[in-house]
């Protein structure tokens, strides 16, 4: 009895063994050096449940980021300036002379999982700056979590102050046409779950993963946005239109729509049309990903948020965009021959 005792203990022991052995060996394939950084692996979470989230002071935005960090998110470098922006620091009054673009998204544009300064807006806006005959100053207001009623939320009531001369729009295309959830009186105070991702199991996550979200993740391509969607983001982008042309009237908008996944010819050309009937400019970034596999582009297997390279390739179609259409009114400060 002992003996069999003793040899279930080994056996358990044994199995734990090659379960840690297997969670470790799955993290090191995945994150590489990084599995061993405990710092960098607590805050590979949702940014809810990182700890960098405070209550916004507006019921309508629910919540914003926490000013001045300078951490480890999703295993890239999330900064955030004095006023919670995930963007450097800018004076609220608008220099002289410089124009000024606010742009409105969720965590696509927020650039989750690729350093702040890397995402598509800072290099969109050092590239104008670089190759300009003015200055530019890209201010980011995208929060993870967003919709478009809180890119709204977000225009109504915190862009105002900083005198934009235009806005961009980061779409996202993965799930900018869906309505959250109705808010149904004021919004209780911000006290979401704390998790550390140190502790996940990455085997367990990438098995539930498989079952029930890869075809979401990868059958993009083939979804057809139905009428509801399409009066949902008429509606919303109708109330954009109205919310900036009371800042500036027909103020420039670009709609910019970003995704690292192929999407159908006829929901870019709905929404297309829609932009285009509330005087918004519309670019698609979508076609560089034609054919592709979502996990090249994605920040890593677990998680399908744009990589480095896919915010570069979003920067670069929105740059040619701009000086082809003469979008924002830039003009280059030399033209090539």
């Known amino acids: 009895m002992k003996k069999n005792f003793q040899n279930f203990l080994l056996l358990m022991a ?7 052995l297997l969670e470790q060996g799955f993290r090191c394939w995945l ?11 607590r805050n590979n979470v949702p940014v809810n449940n990182a700890g960098f989230m405070v209550q916004s002071p507006f019921d309508d935005i629910y919540w914003a980021l926490k000013p001045n960090l300078d951490v480890s998110f999703k295993l890239a470098r999330l900064t955030t300036n004095s006023r919670g922006l995930a963007d450097k620091e800018y004076p609220l009054t608008k220099p002289a002379g410089s124009y000024r673009i606010a742009v409105l998204g969720d965590s696509y544009s927020m650039s989750s999982g690729v350093d ?35 890119y709204n939320a977000t225009l109504e009531h915190l862009v105002p102050a900083w005198q934009p001369d235009a806005l961009l729009l980061g779409y996202c295309a993965f799930n900018d046409h869906q309505a959250l959830p109705p808010k149904t009186g004021s919004v209780p105070l911000f006290n979401p779950r704390r998790i550390d ?11 539930r993963m498989r079952k029930s979200e890869v075809q979401a993740m990868q059958d993009t391509s083939n979804m057809v946005l139905g009428e509801k969607h399409m009066a949902f983001i008429d509606r919303e982008l109708g109330i954009m239109r109205s919310l900036a042309n009371q800042i500036k009237p027909d103020m420039p908008i670009l709609l910019a729509y970003l995704d690292n996944r192929e999407h159908s010819e006829r929901d870019l050309q709905n929404i297309r049309a829609i932009a285009e009937k509330h005087s918004m400019q519309f670019v698609d970034t979508t076609r560089k990903f034609k054919g592709t596999n979502i996990d090249d582009f994605s920040i890593h297997l677990l998680d399908s948020h744009p990589d480095k390279k896919t915010q570069e390739i979003f920067a670069n179609t929105l740059f040619d965009a701009i000086q082809k259409n003469n979008i924002y009114g830039f003009t280059r400060t030399t033209t090539n021959e």
Request: glycine share 10%.
């Open 14 to 20: 044994s199995v734990a063994f090659s379960a840690l």
């Open 31 to 41: 994150f590489g050096w990084n599995a061993f950084d405990i710092e960098a692996m």
């Open 197 to 207: 991702g140190f502790w996940m199991s990455y085997v367990r996550e990438y098995i």
């Open 116 to 150: 702040t300064d890397k995402s598509f807006h800072a290099l969109l806006e050092q590239w104008m700056n670089e190759q300009g005959k003015r200055p530019y100053e890209i201010i980011n207001f995208s929060v993870g979590g967003f919709g478009m009623e809180r």
